[in-house]
Each structure stands twice: as C-alpha cells, then as structure tokens.
C-alpha cells in the first residue's frame, strides 16, 4: 500500500470504526439508548446523556517507513446531571467497551489501543456535567 493512501484514509477508517463499534455495544446502549446516542460532530436538540466524537489527532509514529500512526482520540461525555458519579460510571462503560473492542481495518492493523485517561469535570455553570475518555491507538499499515 502507498503511504499517500495509509496516511490519508487511516484516520476516517479507524474513527467510522471506533463509532460503529461503540454504538453497538450493548452494555453501552443500556444507558445511551439504542441506538447509542454517540455522534461524531454536535447534534441539535440532543438527548442526554450523549457522547461525541471531540478530537482526532494522528502522527506519524515511524518516521522512516510511514507504516505506523499514533492516533489520539477524545470522546466528550454531555450529561445535564448534576453528580460527577453519573458522569464516571459512563465513563467506565465507556472504557470497559473500548477494552473489549474487536475492530477490523482495510487499510490497517491495530497495534495497540489503550485508554489513556478518564476524566469527569463540572463546568462553571454547576447545571451540567462533562467527562471525557482519551484513547491512544498505535496502527500499522498493511502489507
């Protein structure tokens, strides 16, 4: 495979992948509803809680073949309850699907895929909630 097309079409690929699988988990659907509210860019008059898709960064991790790239990734969590305990406990069935994740790639294998960090906030306004899931994933090109 050329570099142009691994480099260009892993990042869409991996994401479409990440969304579908998460979507269908059902663990994940027991408390985002089926289909699981997950979106990958905001949502006009949303549901609560939801989870988007927040940030997609990649770079090359070998810079000598450009075979493998490290993504970093970022889900957002929106809740409108007012407890940092309803935001974790999502954030762990969040993070438990991503460890039982599976995905199969065209243009990729996955070397590793690891949640970096959880994390529950409270915005200033005090009325809502916020967490966000960090994943780093190492991918490979195929032969």
Do not use: C, W
Not at 7 to 15: H, K, V
Not at 37 to 51: H, K, L, N, W
Not at 59 to 66: G, I, K, P
Not at 72 to 96: D, H, P
């Amino acid at each position: 495979m050329r570099d142009a097309t691994f480099l260009t079409q892993s990042g869409p690929e991996l994401a479409h992948a990440l969304l579908i699988a998460l979507r269908a988990d059902t663990e994940v659907q027991a408390v985002l509803g089926h289909p699981a509210r997950i979106f990958d860019a905001e949502t006009s008059a949303p549901a609560f809680p939801y989870v988007r898709l927040h940030q997609h960064d990649s770079q090359t991790a070998d810079r000598v073949a450009r075979r493998r790239l490290e993504h970093t990734i970022q889900f957002a969590i929106v809740s409108r309850q007012t407890s940092l305990e309803s935001t974790k406990t999502l954030l762990g069935v969040l993070r438990a699907a991503v460890e039982r994740l599976s995905l199969t790639l065209t243009t990729q294998n996955i070397v590793q895929l690891a949640v970096r960090v959880d994390e529950a906030r409270r915005p200033g306004n005090g009325k809502s909630q916020r967490g966000l899931l960090h994943l780093r994933i190492l991918t490979e090109a195929k032969a």
